[in-house]
């Protein structure tokens, strides 16, 4: 820096209001399903049985939202548009027992810093209606207008004083489809309410104030998943959970279709999404999300929804005691989901293959041969059941007799088991099948006490480096405890002298490096769940597997133990045992319908 230059330090100054609401407004409001959030809430807040929203442009041209709530008297509108001016806190301890979905006063100051916005409302104590209008904070007086009960609030051009957001708006089919989702987790948080979207002109969604949940999701989200779903409702003291989960089968890639209503507000908050994903551990893979609509209810007292402006986050106060009792009533209800897979799910799955791999043009039917012409294509050899020897040092699974689980039973690729059922059949994986009952087996003799453990007659040596052995070294006691007897036998050897002897098919080396997996992937869980870990490691790489070959007896030992589970339709990584077909599921496949 040259010596004449000097630091100029500016001067503290207090910004202008208009600043300070664009700054506030980038707080609210993000984009036009923010504005969509704020003035429904509000909307029901004002106690309306009926609510109308309309867009353009994905609601970056247009937000309208209508509904025939209680209405605002002449001396509150002058207000509506006022930061921090709100009818529903005045109190400091007013934050600790909110009731209200909106209360910061914060969301239409935002939106008339930022938009074009008006409103028009009459209460039902009113012969006239009164209509506000700003725009960039610019605040007209009321004057009188025609107007039905209830509020209309229009907000037009979205960030048109502010460009540069308004760049950040994705296209209008993005910002539509974000919308559509906030209006339709308020529509099932709010039974006795009806909700109609418009965009453009056209109708795209609406439910009727008397529907109720399910008949909501079943509107939104179709048949399909609505009558699939499973009910879920458990108390703990004033703490109420109820809705509805679905089968692993719906899982998907992303969190859409979680949704959360705490007190009738709509949620994404991280403990809600953890309790839940936890509650299908063993039922789901880890990098699928199940699919619920659940409903909390609790004292306002022990929640603290006033953590973030959008007051999508909020923080529980007893966090831990909810935490659990959660967990327990969702698996609860998942246990009981039908987890089979419907064979009219791989029927459609086979069709829609199909169609994409023929040309576009012509028929399916134009694209195969007639009976008898030629082909050069290998016809496949049948499936067969072959009997051989069982390989050296494979148990079965121990035979079980039981009326319940009828045949005849047939093995196919030595991988599956295909039993009769009365209007059908299913089609069972042997090895996910015993993997689950084994894990089961192991888990529930581990809370009683002890695993029974068998003692090799000559311990096996396992070579691990040295940082593996030391991750082991801290866990052998809780090992011994499940069953798992390891020592450390020098710097870089692990010697097994003992294993569950619950476990069919037990591989030392296999189950040593199961053990280091789910060390290496616990980091923040329980010591239980730790051991739970390892048992589910460990009874997948015991069990039987594809290529055995087994017996009826077996086959039918394997059935009857899965009945005896609560639910014996994953296996621990959430894979289905059984696919089953019905005998709709056959006509569909043979074209019979």
Not at 366 to 381: C, F, K, M, N, T
Request: charged share 30%.
């Amino acid at each position: 820096m040259h010596a004449s230059q000097k630091i100029v330090h500016p001067r503290i100054a207090v910004l202008s209001e208009r600043v300070r609401n664009q700054i506030a407004a980038g707080e609210v409001i993000e984009r036009p399903a923010s504005v969509v959030k704020e003035l429904v809430e509000n909307a029901i807040d004002a106690g309306a049985t009926a609510v109308r929203v309309d867009l353009e442009e994905g609601g970056a041209q247009l937000v309208r939202v209508s509904d025939d709530g209680s209405g605002m008297a002449q001396e509150d509108l002058r207000l509506a548009f006022v930061a921090h001016a709100t009818s529903k806190l005045f109190e400091v301890d007013d934050l600790d027992h909110i009731g209200s979905l909106g209360f910061r006063g914060e969301a239409l100051a935002s939106m008339g810093a930022i938009a074009r916005c008006s409103i028009v409302t009459r209460t039902r104590a009113s012969e006239t209606g009164w209509k506000i209008e700003c725009a960039g904070a610019a605040i007209s007086e009321p004057r009188e207008a025609g107007a039905p009960v209830g509020t209309t609030v229009e907000v037009r051009e979205l960030f048109y004083n502010v460009p540069a957001r308004r760049r950040f708006l994705k296209t209008t089919a993005t910002e539509l489809g974000r919308a559509l989702d906030v209006v339709q987790r308020i529509a099932l948080a709010h039974e006795g309410i009806g909700f109609t979207v418009t965009h453009d002109g056209k109708r795209v969604f609406d439910v009727e104030a008397n529907m109720d949940l399910l008949a909501r999701i079943r509107r939104t989200f179709g048949a399909d998943l609505s009558d699939a779903l499973v009910r879920v409702d458990g108390r703990d003291g004033d703490v109420r959970l109820s809705g509805y989960v679905a089968p692993p089968r719906f899982a998907r890639g992303d969190t859409a279709r979680q949704m959360w209503f705490l007190n009738s507000r709509t949620v994404r908050d991280k403990v809600l999404v953890r309790a839940l994903k936890d509650s299908y551990k063993g039922f789901l893979f880890d990098s699928r999300q199940p699919v619920a609509f659940l409903s909390l209810s609790m004292d306002p007292a022990k929640v603290d929804v006033n953590v973030h402006p959008a007051k999508s986050d909020v923080r529980f106060r007893e966090e831990r005691r909810l935490f659990g009792f959660i967990v327990n009533t969702l698996r609860e209800a998942v246990r009981t989901c039908d987890m089979a897979t419907p064979g009219a799910r791989l029927v459609e799955r086979a069709v829609e293959r199909e169609a994409r791999a023929l040309p576009f043009s012509g028929s399916i039917a134009a694209h195969y041969p007639p009976l008898g012409a030629s082909s050069h294509v290998r016809e496949r050899e049948p499936l067969r059941v072959v009997d051989v020897p069982r390989p050296a040092g494979t148990a079965p699974p121990t035979p079980v007799a039981s009326d319940e689980v009828r045949g005849p039973f047939l093995q196919v690729a030595r991988t599956y088991i295909v039993r009769p059922l009365g209007d059908g059949f299913e089609i069972v994986d042997q090895h996910a099948l015993h993997e689950r009952i084994q894990f089961e087996s192991l888990v529930a003799e581990m809370r009683r006490g002890r695993i029974e453990t068998q003692r090799l007659l000559v311990p096996e040596l396992v070579e691990l480096s040295r940082a593996e052995v030391s991750a082991l070294e801290p866990h052998l006691e809780q090992l011994s405890g499940i069953g798992i007897e390891l020592a450390a036998f020098g710097a870089t050897t692990i010697a097994v002298h003992g294993l569950p002897a619950r476990l069919a098919r037990p591989r030392p080396k296999d189950i040593v490096h199961a053990v280091l997996a789910a060390i290496e992937g616990a980091r923040a869980l329980e010591p239980e769940q730790l051991m739970e870990d390892v048992l589910h490691r460990a009874a997948c790489r015991s069990s039987v597997m594809a290529g055995d070959v087994l017996s009826d007896e077996e086959m039918r030992s394997l059935l009857v133990r899965g009945k005896s589970l609560v639910s014996d339709q994953t296996c621990v990584h959430g894979r289905p045992t059984r696919v089953r077909f019905v005998g709709a599921d056959l006509e569909r496949a043979f074209e019979r319908r």
